[in-house]
Each structure stands twice: as structure tokens, then as C-alpha cells.
């Protein structure tokens, strides 16, 4: 019954599209399927009740401009008025000249702040800084215990101290000041907002390390609530940023914008799956685009590019382009694209995919098997998967315990895959008069003639999204 | 076969990379991202500039803040004021949408609602807003009678084992806590299995639970198989006489498929001789938003839940999504969590779960 934002506001906005000119009713209309969609999204109710207003007023004013359709105007505005909501720029940390820079972690019981911390000190880590985790999270059962276990996976030292959070806090400076520390994470207990003891204490933590930076983590499954939390967590503690969890999940994460239009601060770090690794920079004109349907293709090219070794990469992609390409490289691809994190979240990422794909369940297992099949192959089957006969066939499919018949798909598939990419090549390169128009005419029968699989290449991947909402051509992938 | 699909387009993403770089098409905070030659050398003047930039921030952020606090406070109180002392007249209805949207009701669920409060306030010729209001709060509970009897004997007689599933963060192991203490205190024998064999001291934090609320633990180590815990929590209830197992569960996300399909296999191991699974608590945090739905519907498609556990109604949230939950999908709150103490823990009551949705009306 619920679709996703994206998918929402792709059906309003090429509604719109087809049309040559708006008029009053068709806006009334947009909006009021936008403000259901950010409803459903559980942006909070005065956040949609503003963003709507100043849409339709600037889709009903005068500024519209000569070179856009009126449709092509509403998507502008959209973008335009999401992406203020959501901060403009990515949150940039500095460091204080005066190290430990001191980061205090705050938020309501389960948001996941003490993953966070960790997550947060492995990616200071990444950064080339020493940071020290702080336990301060002495109410919960076997808080120490759980920041313990995460902090030695990434090697991190934790500083805590029974007597009390404040004294933990407090020690921890000390602590990192002593052993050359530069960054200092404070995970803090989970506190309701209505709990003034507890808020007190959050306070008093504060005054005792004068944090360089206060992040409050908010569920992105988080309803209207959200502004509640914030709020008064920022009149207590005065937040510099948030931290948004469970991203990975299904829920459209309104709060995000609820809470960076009610106390004005941005969204610094998102945290996208139950690995250590799964978590990053936040980059609020990305969730705009995503909220638009264009897919968060940035955020997935610098994944690709902190994994992908870039020589190995740019080979492999020069075998798949001459057509040269081997199932040994396809099995290198399988397991670096599965580094960038859960498939499914990745996928999710991709415009252009059709929504059939991204609701289907990803199941990491037929990876697994795809690996296994691969794996079970002598070197030459591997180079030339045409020497494989029905004999070869059926003794891989023992040594991967799957079934010939999921062998013959694989290669096949694998075949097809590899021809595609061929004539992709063609496609892609700076000469795209003569030879692509063959080459198109070629790709276009074999997209048709290739049947339940076509999930392969969806049409549109022949279109490269454009980021640039003024060089938008509107055929938004994903239609 | 998604990876297949994945693959071409990674490649292009890729190999995209470079022209996009070359011919600045990218937006411009591209290459925004901290580089390294900046953290190495911190320049004096960041401080500077960054205290600054701060108190700037701060005295309009304060400003801001106070009229935006009062803003959102003041939404529910005076939209029911509005809705008492006021008349029937068309804006009533906006209002009662905007009262239960703000306690997550949810847009689907409100509409319905609100359809069926106008046809009932017709039909009654109500003129006055707070006998709308009243109407409205007793239709809501008319909405919530349900069966919420919880079971804590098999009925073909093998070891009652109770099943708590749930997102990561919802309170499940703490939930597992007070129902042990509520049963220890009636007199049961009690034994928690921490199934939770994923999260960093999981198992410990159900350790302490057990001391504190007098019941047993079985345990496996972590990264062990959950089935396997759980089944030797209930060979163990078996064989010691224990009344009730309390199993525990790692928190997942409810579009994970393979840990979906763990806990389905979680589910079915237990239900095995000795043991019996009597109830399936899906437990769900006030502050979920629309999610919830999308939770409850999954877990109850992958392990069949009976009922919810609603935790963290003590804060200001006011999990209205549960109404969602019932009325869509015919799951019955049993009980709800309300502070961190051991005896924070009440059976659900529909009378006092609206009058609390309205807040102080």
C-alpha cells in the first residue's frame, strides 16, 4: 500500500511532466499528493505544512523561467526546497587546535548511539586520527560491555569509570590528553526527553568536557516525535549536528528532514547497515535527489571508489569493454561490489532500476552461489566458459553443490552479460554518431529477445543520470 | 540474479568517474570531503573561524529554537482547545486529522477514522466540538476491543516458550526483563535465552536481567546459531521444571530477507519437542513512525506474530502507530513498556492509550 517517497513523487512529477502547461488545479493537485508523501514519510506535520506552502507559492509566482517547461519548474522547485530543508552542504568536522576534539553522543534510548560511537571512531580512524571511546553509558545493562566488544573490532581504546557518567567523561579527557588522544567520543546513556534527571546529567557531561561537537542520534524510522526530541535536546545541550541510524531499513526517514528544518541542524553521518563500515559522511543534496528519484548515484561512486582498487578496476573494465572479460574478473567484481555494503541498500541507491528490482528481496546467498559455481571451475572453463559440455557442467555443479541447470543460467547469463557490455562500449565512447546508431539497433533486439532476466539492463542504464537538475532531460530513470 | 544487474552498472558508475571528475559536471562539494593534507595540519585559524561561525549560529539557532519549541508544544493543546470550544463546522475535521497525524495515527488510518466519525456525527446530529471529541475517543476504543490475553500455558502441554522479535533498538532484551520479573514475582520459574547471539553483550545485558528479576539463563556464545541457544534453553526448561522461557532475538531490520529467514527458522526449532511457542511478541518502539506498519507486516508474514509489545511510552511519543497496527493488520497490543524500572512493564489499556493519544485534553 505504501510506496516510497521516491516513487511518489515520480508519479506526481511525470504526471506533471507530460504536460506543456500548469495550472492552478494541477498544482493544487501536486501538492496534495506531495504533502500525503511526506506524510506517510513521517516528516513532521508543520515541516510539510511550510515546505507545501512555499512550494505552491513559488509554483503559483512569477519566477518562472523561459528556458524550463512548467513541469520541468515543479521538479526545480521541489529539489530545490528539499535540499534547503535538508542543509545544502555536507556537515564538514574540524579539528580543534587543541586536541582532543571532543564529540559527546546524545539521544533517546535504542537510536543506536552506542554503534555510532564506534562507528564514528573507526571512520576518525579512516581519517588518519587516534580517537578514545568514552563508556559514559552506565545505565543500560552491559552498555561498557557492548562499546568494549565494537571498539576492539577497529582497535580502538574505551576509557570508563563506574563511579558515574560525568567522572567517566571527565576521566576520559584526562585519559586522552595523557596518551596522546586527538579525537574523544563520549557514548552517552539513552534518555527520554521527559526525563529531567537524566537530562541533567546529559548537561552536566557537557560542562565537564566541553564537547567540540554534540551529535544527536535520531532512527530514521523515527515518526513525529522526532521534533520533539530534537528540540529539546538542543535546548539542553545545543546540537551541532545529527547522526541518522537504520537507513539501511525501509522506512523513508522523514525525521531526517523534520529535524534539520526545526532546530536548523544539518544531518552529518548516516549510518547504512549492521557492519562497522556501514556508515558515512551525509551528504543532504544526495537524500533530495533520492527523495526525487535520481538515485543516490554520488554517494555510490565514492563507495565504488574507496573499494574498488582503481588499477584492477580500470583493467577488468577495459577487458569488459573489449568483450575480453573472464569469469575470474566477474568473481573479483562479485566480491568487491559486495564490500560496499549490503546489496540490497546498494541497489537501492541505483536510479534507473525498476521498482520490480528494488522490491525484490536480495538474497546475498544466490552471490554465494553464484561464487561457489565460479569457483568450482578449472582456470580454463573460467577464461572460456565455452569449453564447458554437459560433463563439465554437471561436475561443477557437484563441486558448488547447485544444480546444472543453475550452472547453464550462470554462464549463459554470464555470456550475455558480456556481450552487452561489448556493445555498451560502443555506446559510451566520445563517437556516438555513426557507430552508436549501429551498435543501438543491435543492443535494442537483444534487450528484447532476452527474457525473465531482463533485469540485467533496464533501457534507461543506456541514459546516464544527469546530477544536474538544469541539464535534466526529465526522463528521470525509474519513470 | 541482482548482481548481475548490479554489475554493468557499477562498471559505469566507474568508468564514469573519471569524465565527470575532468569536466567539473559534478556538483561542486564533490571533492568537499576532508582531504587529508587538511587533517594533518589543523590551521590556527579554523578555531577562530569556527567559534564564530558557531556563536553566530547559536543566537539565531536560539532564537529560532524558543519560537519553534513553543510552536510544536502548543499544536496539540490548542488544536484541541480549538476542537472542544468550537463548533461543528468543516474545519473540525482538518483539525482531528492533524491531532492523530501528530501521534503517528498515520495519513491511511486518519482518513478512515475521521470518514467514519463524520458519518457517526451526522447520524447522532452532534453539534458541540467536545462531544465530537468524546465520540471520536469512544469510537477509537470501540476500534481497540480485542482478545489481549497472553499465554503461559502450551496447550499440548510441551515447555511455553514466548518469542520477542523486533527491529535493533526497540527494547526487546529490556522488555524480556520485566516479563521475567512480572512472572517471577507471580511465582513462576523463569529461564531467559539469549538469543540474541549477534549484538556486542547482548547476552550480558540479558545476564544482569536475569540476576535482577530471579529467573535462569541459558547462553551460547556469540555468533553462535540462535536456534541452537534457543532449543537448548527449552531442552534445559524441560529438564529443570521451568514454567515459562522468555527467548530473546537480535534486533534486524524487517527488509533483511536472510535474517528474516533466520528468525522463521528461530521460530520453528523452537516450536519443537520440548518446547512450544505460545506467543510471539513483536516489539515496537512509541516513537516508530509510519515504519511500523511495515514492520508488523513483515514480522507477522515471517514468524507469525501474535501480539505487540509497546515500549517507551513514557517519553513524549505517543505511538499512535499501533492503532494503525490494529486496525490494519489485527495485531493485539499486550503490553506496554513505561519507564526503565523492572515493573515498568502493563497490559495494554485502550482507554487510557486514547485518552493519553489526545495528551492533557
Known amino acids: 500500500m505504501f510506496q516510497s517517497l521516491t516513487d511518489r513523487f515520480d508519479g506526481i512529477l511525470n504526471r506533471l511532466r507530460g504536460k506543456g502547461r500548469l495550472t ?43 528556458s524550463l517547461t512548467p513541469g520541468q519548474q515543479v521538479v526545480k522547485i521541489v529539489n530545490e526546497e528539499l535540499t534547503t530543508i535538508l542543509g545544502g552542504e555536507s556537515f564538514q568536522v574540524t579539528y580543534s587546535s587543541k586536541p582532543p576534539t571532543v564529540v559527546l553522543m546524545a539521544g533517546l534510548q535504542g537510536s543506536g548511539k552506542t554503534t555510532s560511537s564506534a562507528k564514528l571512531a573507526r571512520w576518525f580512524k579512516s581519517q588518519g586520527r587516534n580517537p578514545l571511546l568514552v563508556a559514559a553509558d552506565l545505565q543500560r545493562p552491559a552498555a561498557v560491555d ?65 564537547p567540540d561537537y554534540t551529535f544527536l542520534v535520531v532512527d530514521a524510522m523515527t515518526g513525529q516525535d522526532a521534533v520533539n526530541t530534537a528540540e529539546v535536546f538542543h535546548a539542553t545541550l545545543e546540537l551541532d549536528a545529527v547522526i541518522l541510524t537504520k537507513l539501511d531499513g525501509d522506512a523513508r526517514g522523514g525525521a531526517a528532514l523534520s529535524v534539520k528544518e526545526v532546530v536548523g541542524r544539518p544531518v552529518a553521518f548516516a549510518s547504512t547497515g549492521e557492519k562497522l563500515q556501514d556508515f558515512d559522511q551525509f551528504h543532504p543534496e544526495r537524500m533530495a535527489e533520492r527523495i526525487l528519484g535520481m538515485g543516490d548515484v554520488l554517494t555510490l561512486i565514492e563507495k565504488a571508489e574507496e573499494v574498488f582498487e582503481q588499477e584492477a578496476a580500470e583493467a577488468a573494465t577495459q577487458r569488459l569493454l573489449e568483450g575480453t572479460f573472464t569469469l575470474n574478473d566477474f568473481v573479483e567484481q562479485l566480491r568487491q561490489v559486495r564490500q560496499m555494503g549490503d546489496l540490497s541498500s546498494i541497489v537501492s541507491m541505483m536510479p534507473g532500476v525498476p521498482k520490480e528490482v ?27 566458459p565455452d569449453v564447458v559440455d554437459g560433463s563439465r557442467r554437471a561436475r561443477i555443479a557437484k563441486g558448488s553443490g547447485t544444480t546444472p541447470n543453475q550452472v547453464s543460467n550462470l554462464l549463459k547469463q554470464f555470456k550475455e552479460m558480456r ?20 551498435k543501438k539497433g543491435k543492443k535494442g533486439k537483444k534487450n528484447s529477445a532476452r527474457g525473465g532476466n531482463s533485469r540485467i539492463q533496464p533501457k534507461e542504464t543506456t541514459a546516464i543520470p544527469k546530477l544536474d537538475i538544469d541539464d535534466l532531460d526529465l526522463t528521470l530513470p525509474g519513470r | 540474479m541482482v548482481a548481475l544487474a548490479l554489475l554493468p552498472w557499477a562498471h559505469r558508475a566507474w568508468s564514469e568517474r573519471d569524465g565527470r571528475v575532468t569536466t567539473k559536471k559534478t556538483p561542486p562539494n564533490h571533492d568537499e ?20 561561525t558557531q556563536d553566530q549560529q547559536s543566537e539565531s539557532g536560539t532564537e529560532l529554537l524558543r519560537t519553534r519549541i513553543s510552536k510544536a508544544r502548543d499544536l496539540v493543546s490548542n488544536r484541541l ?11 473540525i475535521w482538518e483539525k482531528i486529522e492533524e491531532l492523530l497525524i501528530l501521534a503517528d495515527v498515520g495519513v491511511h488510518t486518519t482518513m478512515e477514522t475521521v470518514t467514519r466519525l463524520r458519518a457517526a456525527v451526522e447520524d447522532q446530529s452532534l453539534s458541540e466540538g467536545g462531544m465530537v471529541l468524546d465520540q471520536l475517543k469512544s469510537q477509537m476504543v470501540t476500534e481497540l476491543s480485542r482478545d489481549r490475553a497472553l499465554q503461559t500455558v502450551a496447550p499440548k502441554g510441551g515447555v511455553p516458550i514466548w518469542l520477542f522479535v523486533g527491529v535493533n533498538g526497540v527494547g526487546k532484551t529490556t522488555s524480556i526483563g520485566k516479563v521475567a520479573r512480572r512472572y517471577t514475582d507471580e511465582g513462576l520459574k523463569v529461564l531467559l535465552a539469549a538469543g540474541d547471539t549477534f549484538r556486542a553483550a547482548a547476552a550480558e545485558q540479558l545476564e544482569q536481567w536475569a540476576l535482577a528479576s530471579d529467573a535462569e539463563l541459558v547462553r551460547g556464545s556469540e555468533g553462535a546459531d540462535p536456534s541452537s541457544v534457543i532449543y537448548d534453553a527449552s531442552e534445559a526448561a524441560s529438564a529443570r521444571g521451568v514454567d515459562l522461557v522468555l527467548a530473546d532475538t537480535a ?19 523452537a516450536d519443537r519437542e ?8 513483536l516489539v515496537i518502539d512509541a516513537t516508530t513512525g509510519q515504519n511500523g506498519l511495515s514492520q508488523a507486516r513483515e514480522f507477522a508474514h515471517a514468524v507469525n506474530v501474535t501480539g505487540v509489545v509497546l515500549t517507551k511510552l513514557d517519553g513524549s511519543a505517543k505511538g499512535g502507530i499501533v492503532f494503525a497496527i490494529e486496525k490494519e493488520l489485527g495485531l493485539p497490543v499486550k503490553l506496554v513498556g513505561l519507564g526503565e524500572g523492572d515493573r515498568d512493564l502493563v497490559d495494554f489499556d485502550p482507554d487510557l492509550f486514547v485518552e493519553a493519544l489526545f495528551g492533557n485534553d
Do not use: W, Y
Not at chain 1, 34 to 59: K, M, N, P, W
Not at chain 1, 419 to 438: I, N, Q
Not at chain 2, 36 to 50: A, F, V, Y
Open chain 1, 24 to 66: 492552478e488545479n494541477d498544482i493544487s493537485e501536486a501538492t496534495r499528493e506531495i504533502r500525503l508523501a511526506l506524510l506517510e514519510a513521517d516528516v513532521h506535520f508543520s515541516v510539510v505544512q511550510g515546505f507545501i506552502e512555499r512550494t505552491r507559492e513559488r509554483c503559483l509566482g512569477a519566477d518562472v523561467s523561459e
Open chain 1, 146 to 210: 557492548q562499546l568494549q566488544t565494537l571498539a576492539q573490532q577497529i582497535e580502538v581504546p574505551v576509557f570508563t569509570a563506574p563511579e558515574g557518567a560525568i567522572e567517566a567523561a571527565r576521566g576520559g579527557l584526562v585519559e586522552a590528553r595523557q596518551t596522546g588522544r586527538d579525537v574523544l567520543i563520549v557514548d552517552t546513556a539513552g534518555r527520554l526527553t521527559v526525563d529531567d534527571a537524566l537530562m541533567n546529567e546529559i548537561a552536566g557531561i557537557s560542562d565537564a568536557v566541553e
Open chain 1, 358 to 384: 528494488k522490491d525484490a528481496d536480495v538474497d546475498e546467498r544466490e552471490i554465494d552461489r553464484v561464487e561457489a559455481i565460479v569457483l568450482s571451475m578449472t582456470p580454463e572453463e573460467r577464461i572460456n
Open chain 1, 419 to 438: 556481450k552487452a557490455m561489448k556493445g555498451l562500449a560502443g555506446l559510451g565512447s566520445k563517437s556516438k554518431g555513426r557507430k552508436s546508431k549501429t
Open chain 2, 33 to 52: 570531503g576532508l582531504s587529508c593534507s587538511d587533517l594533518e595540519k589543523p590551521k590556527p585559524s579554523d578555531d577562530t573561524q569556527r567559534s564564530e
Open chain 2, 81 to 91: 482547545k480549538d476542537i472542544r470550544g468550537g463548533s461543528v463546522d468543516p474545519q
Open chain 2, 251 to 269: 534486533g534486524r531490520l524487517h527488509n533483511k530477507v536472510n535474517l528474516m529467514e533466520e528468525l522463521a527458522k528461530v521460530r520453528r526449532v
Open chain 2, 274 to 281: 520440548p518446547g512450544e511457542v505460545c506467543e510471539v511478541l
